[in-house]
């Protein structure tokens, strides 16, 4: 049963993070229990001491000094600048995902859970994740703010609607732990709950391969092919579009002279909001995906384009014609010469 | 010619006028004198104008935050806004804000007729910005320029803007709504002061020793004017017109 | 009687049954009271209207209560129970907090403890306990009817979605409530700078009236911006333009930051008057002066003014930047500077005082216990390693209560009881008001400690239901809110035998320095008979003599 059973006091410690965060909870309780109960016993102790006895005059003055009032101003100064540090040590390194993380898919929505793994099994409501690896989940909502949550693991974000936001633990511990949605989101929030399960890593690989249904990248060229995204996308000469190989995690040259890491997100607005970044040297005549496309077919296109290599590009869709019953794609003509831009994609170092 | 006049001389009028019905009708329990009076009342007046720069600023915070996140879309659609109109209307407001001033300006010197004469100005350009606004409105609303309730997104996308884009169009012009709105609502709370002014002048019910409310009224009538100089160059002067 | 210098603090006599004219025998008639302009009927007005509805918001949150005694929660449905968390959150904060301290307390108070006539501006006074009351008449219509089922906090873009029954009306309560308190505070500041008596100089203002100064202050700055952003908010519902919901093209983070904008100052504007009537009641209960007036009087400015730059450390892990979260991390750690510093005040002004245990104090001792602990637990929500494990867990929810309720209720209820006698003319029992203290004090711990652990062990908030490894701390939690419903039924029913059977005080029962004793109890309709000279700092209680002098 649930690890969290076993004591009514304590949650269970069950990743990296867990730890810090204890640690950090436990330096917390010292000094701010300290603090708490020096300025409790004075109370007492004055109120006793001095309670008022009959027949006494009114008390001699006390005069404040203001040695005393600085330094009860400035200790807390330090002592809350020593914890800031080490609250925003512990944050910042639950904030940034080790690189070698297994990326999951999540999408939460009124009111349940959904996750795909890169191997492509999907799941609803539950999650599986190996012991000791990283695991990095990517998150997005498909209707209003949920929050994934697992207090096993002392991990906490936001999943917005149209938007990414990410999460990332290293789990300590196998057993089952609670998954929780902690931003309230309508009727059912309280039951929008799942469960994580941390396995051994020759079960998790066991398991991975019992539910293996297709790689998550392979459901991606799908998706690419049956938008007929390589229409443009293509490695024939004199394509319309950048080629997407080897973009997943480079710099990209802007029209306007910026320049964007082409993460999740950025995969994810150009699909979704063509205009809204585009490629130095290239005309945007993308039309928007948004209301078309699912949450989880972008998934599919973003772990499709992370194992992108070079020469992989499908050519163009007449050799690959999309399947039957896809929904027509409003098309408009290239405006001006179309292939007068140079490859603005940078190449593979 | 009244009883009083016929009483009392000009001069002992005005002294019967300072002495006991200011200092009774006037002059409220709370306060030791008329000017104390006036002076709380001109302070209260500023710190409500604080509240409302707060109530505009959050306004003008959430044009400024989408023009940072989409700032081509954001000057093409603030290109359509008819800027001739709206500058028109800052002339107007100016305008008028000097014929509070000068107002004012006669009361403090005790020319009461003149008071009645500007303030009558003053609310009448205010009403003519009105006609102005509403002119405006009405031709945005034949340029189908109402998200929500007149719009026509294939308009912006001929007009360049990305099909995917049009949601901050629409965000900018419903911004733009709110804000000309709330503006127009200031204005006309601002007019209906002011021809309350008239009316009290009028009846005089103001002297050179007491012309708080007329003071109070202006301070108000000049912020109206600010919000609008600040609010024509944040909405209409976004992108560059060309004649 | 007024005299031109501040009396020596003893307790004086009863007076013989008072005959002469006060506040409350100058006109009778239901439209004399609703058509006053005097403050202190204003006060009395308001004292009744947040009475009504901290009892409304308590009937909500005791089913609420009730129904998480099991873990299935079979009491109400989720919709019922969505609707009661969010007309408990919504009633208590906006109808109650934001308006209880500066309305009643303030509005009785300040213009007597300034030696004035009554506030700067009576018919606005009058006209915001209008605004709050058309308010509040028109929120609970929408909640009691159709129901509102967003919490209290309205997050986009589930408060914008079209579903959600009676979100547009609660919401236009909600700006009217707001522009009242907006009023109020207008009127504090207006008259704090214009109309204090001759003498009465900034650094001789009691430390309530500062108090008030910097929640006036933050009610005019940050008023306006929640009004701004629930305008918003609705007509995005009507018109389905999308300034915040995504699906839309909006940013729901843009109605996070605004609505915290206010919110999180606005947790100031509740605590603020609660740590006022606290430097007030010590001083007095100790026969000290207050330690440290400057450093407490400027406390509450920095307050005020840090208050406005924290707003984003509600969003920790709402997808704000890396940098966003240490900055605004760092800045919520100096606004407890501040707060910290009136605690060691307050603790120092017990030493060597002669304290006696009258009730306003046990609340006020109290208040300082709870509000120690709930700031301690505010550093745990500061520090973003631990905010990124309790945030939106039960562990806030009890911090905050320990904030609200703890601090703020118990002050508000130490200062009903120290200026009872004042406002009414009439002394309660002290054997009953000591025990409704002692009894808010338990059942407040019982009802929140637990709140920390199962916040601790991954409780989320707004849940209906919970996994059964909960329940324990629930059903503590449940018992301790009976005990404290009891402690609260309770003062309602000796302050009102008060009103009737009370014996008669005197002037000054208390013995208390401030201005608003040296005038009659209750006081005249122009409060002062002779406009008060001070000469003198506001908590002169000591022999004036350090005791190594002679």
């Known amino acids: 049963m649930f690890e969290s059973a076993k004591s009514a006091w304590f949650p269970p410690e069950a990743s990296t993070t867990a730890a810090h965060v204890d640690h950090l909870l436990y330096f917390l309780l010292t000094v701010c229990g300290s603090v708490g109960l020096l300025v409790a016993f004075l109370m007492f102790y004055f109120c006793i001491k001095y309670r008022r006895r009959p027949g006494a005059g009114r008390p001699a003055r006390t005069h404040a000094s203001h040695a005393l009032e600085w330094f009860w101003t400035i200790t807390p100064l330090f002592i809350f600048v020593g914890i800031f540090i080490w609250g925003a040590v512990v944050y910042v390194d639950a904030y940034h995902a080790p690189a070698d993380s297994i990326p999951i898919y999540g999408i939460g929505k009124q009111w349940m859970w959904k996750f795909q793994h890169p191997e492509g099994q999907r799941e609803i409501n539950t999650l599986h994740v190996p012991l000791g690896r990283p695991v990095q989940v990517l998150l997005t909502s498909e209707d209003v703010i949920h929050s994934f949550f697992i207090p096993a693991f002392r991990v906490h974000m936001d999943v917005l609607p149209n938007r990414y936001t990410s999460v990332w633990f290293q789990a300590t511990r196998p057993g089952e732990y609670h998954l929780f949605c902690s931003q309230y989101c309508g009727t059912n929030h309280a039951g929008m709950i799942g469960t994580v399960v941390v396995m051994e890593p020759a079960d998790f690989e066991n398991w991975l391969s019992l539910h293996a249904e297709g790689s998550l990248a392979l459901e991606g060229r799908k998706v690419f092919l049956k938008y007929r995204c390589v229409s443009c996308h293509s490695a024939n000469a004199g ?3 950048p080629v997407l190989e080897g973009l997943y995690g480079n710099t990209v040259r802007l029209n306007n002279g910026r320049t964007v890491i082409a993460d999740d997100a950025y995969i994810r607005e150009s699909i979704l909001d063509p205009g809204a970044k585009i490629a130095a040297g290239w005309e945007n005549i993308m039309p928007t995906f948004r209301g078309q496309i699912t949450e989880e077919e972008i998934y599919a296109l973003i772990a499709y384009f992370r194992s992108l290599q070079r020469g992989q590009t499908p050519r163009r869709v007449e050799d690959y014609p999309p399947p039957t019953g896809t929904p027509p794609i409003n098309t408009k003509t290239p405006e001006g010469g179309t292939s007068d831009g140079k490859a603005s994609v940078p190449k593979q170092p | 010619m009244s009883l009083k006049d016929t009483l009392f001389t000009e001069a ?21 004198s008329l000017p104390h009076q006036s002076e709380t009342a001109a302070f209260g007046m500023w710190v409500f104008l604080a509240t409302e720069v707060m109530f ?13 996140l989409a700032p081509e879309v954001i000057e093409r659609a603030s290109l359509e806004l008819n800027w001739i109109i709206g500058g028109i209307n800052t002339l107007v407001l100016l305008v008028s804000s000097l014929m509070m001033v000068l107002a004012i300006h006669s009361a403090q010197i005790n020319r009461q007729s003149d008071v009645y004469r500007y303030l009558l100005l003053t609310a009448g350009l205010g009403v003519c910005f009105l006609c102005f606004k509403a002119l405006e409105y009405y031709i945005d609303y034949r340029e189908n320029l109402i998200p929500g309730f007149k719009f026509d997104e294939a308009e912006w996308v001929s007009r360049g803007v990305d099909a995917s884009q049009i949601g901050y169009v629409k965000i900018f012009l419903f911004l733009y709504w709110t804000m000309t709105g709330f503006h127009a609502l200031h204005v006309t709370i601002g007019i209906v002061a002011v021809l309350v002014m008239a009316v009290l002048t009028r009846r005089g019910h103001f002297s050179a ?22 609010l024509f160059p944040a909405l209409y002067l976004l992108g560059t017109h060309r004649l | 009687m007024t005299t031109a210098t501040l009396l020596p603090p003893a307790p004086q006599p009863a007076e013989p049954p008072a005959e002469r004219s006060n506040y409350l025998n100058v006109s009778y008639g239901v439209v004399s009271w609703l058509l006053t302009k005097d403050h202190k009927r204003i006060a009395i007005l308001y004292l009744i209207s947040v009475t009504v509805m901290f009892l409304l918001g308590g009937v909500a949150i005791s089913i609420v209560r009730l129904h998480l005694m099991t873990p299935q929660g079979a009491l109400v449905s989720a919709d019922t129970y969505n609707r009661l968390f969010t007309m408990h959150g919504v009633i208590m904060v906006f109808f109650f907090l934001v308006p209880v301290a500066p309305a009643v307390l303030g509005n009785f108070c300040l213009p007597l403890m300034i030696g004035a006539k009554d506030l700067a501006f009576p018919r606005i006074n009058l006209l915001s306990w209008y605004l709050y009351v058309i308010g509040g008449a028109w929120t609970l219509w929408a909640m009691l009817t159709e129901g509102v089922d967003t919490g209290w906090t309205f997050y986009a873009p589930y408060s914008s979605q079209a579903t959600h029954y009676n979100v547009v009306p609660t919401l236009i309560g909600l700006v ?9 505070g207008l009127n504090f500041i207006v008259s704090t700078h214009w109309l204090r008596a001759p003498g009465l100089t900034w650094f001789r203002l009691p430390i309530f009236v500062w108090a008030m100064y910097g929640t006036s202050f933050i009610s005019l700055l940050a008023v306006p911006v929640l009004a701004m952003a629930l305008i918003l908010l609705m007509l995005e519902r009507l018109l389905h333009i999308g300034i915040f919901d995504p699906a839309l093209g909006g940013d729901p ?3 996070q930051h605004l609505f915290w904008f206010y919110s999180h100052p606005a947790v100031y504007i509740m605590i603020l008057p609660g740590m006022g009537i606290v430097s007030e009641v010590i001083p007095c209960f100790a026969r000290k002066a207050l330690f440290g007036y400057t450093f407490v009087a400027f406390s509450s400015l920095a307050i005020a003014f840090l208050s406005f730059l924290v707003w984003a450390h509600h ?12 900055i605004f991390s760092c800045l919520s750690f100096l606004v407890a500077v501040p707060s910290a510093i009136k605690v060691f005040n307050w603790t120092a002004t017990l030493y060597k005082g002669s304290i006696a ?12 216990a709870l509000f120690t602990a709930g700031g301690l637990t505010g550093l745990f929500l500061a520090t973003l390693g631990v905010d990124i494990h309790v945030h939106d867990t039960y562990f806030v929810i009890a911090h905050f209560h320990f904030i609200m309720v703890g601090g703020m209720v118990m002050a508000y209820m130490g200062g009903l009881h120290f200026w009872w006698p004042k406002m009414t003319g009439r002394m309660y029992s002290q054997w009953w008001s000591r025990l409704a203290a002692l009894i808010i004090f338990v059942g407040f711990f019982l009802t929140f400690l637990p709140q920390f652990i199962v916040g601790y062990n991954g409780m989320p908030r707004r849940y209906y239901q919970y996994v059964p490894e909960f329940q324990v701390w629930n059903v503590l939690s449940s018992a301790g809110a009976s005990i404290l419903a009891v402690g609260y039924v309770l003062p309602l029913a000796y302050l009102i035998y008060s009103l009737r059977y009370g014996p008669r005080t005197g002037n000054n029962p208390w013995g208390a320095t401030g201005l608003e004793w040296q005038t009659a109890s209750p006081p005249p309709r122009d409060n002062f008979d002779v406009t008060p000279t001070v000469v003198r700092g506001p908590y002169e209680y000591d022999t004036g003599k350090a005791q190594n002098e002679p």
């Open chain 3, 357 to 368: 245990f009258e009730t306003p104090m046990l609340f006020c001792l109290g208040f300082v």
């Open chain 2, 12 to 32: 002992e009028q005005k002294a019967l006028f300072d002495h006991t019905f200011l200092a009774r009708e006037r002059l409220e329990e709370q306060y030791a």
């Open chain 3, 253 to 255: 983070l843009l109605f």
């Open chain 2, 209 to 230: 020793e007491y012309y708080s409310p007329l003071d109070v009224t202006g301070l108000y009538w000049h912020f109206v004017d600010v919000v609008w100089i600040f």
């Open chain 1, 239 to 241: 394509a319309r579009a």
């Open chain 3, 176 to 184: 009217l409530a707001g522009f009242s308190s907006l009023f109020t």
């Open chain 2, 56 to 68: 505009f600023g959050t306004l003008f915070l959430s044009v400024g935050a989408y023009w940072c």
């Open chain 3, 315 to 326: 969003m920790f892990v709402a997808g704000i930047t890396l940098y966003a979260a240490l």
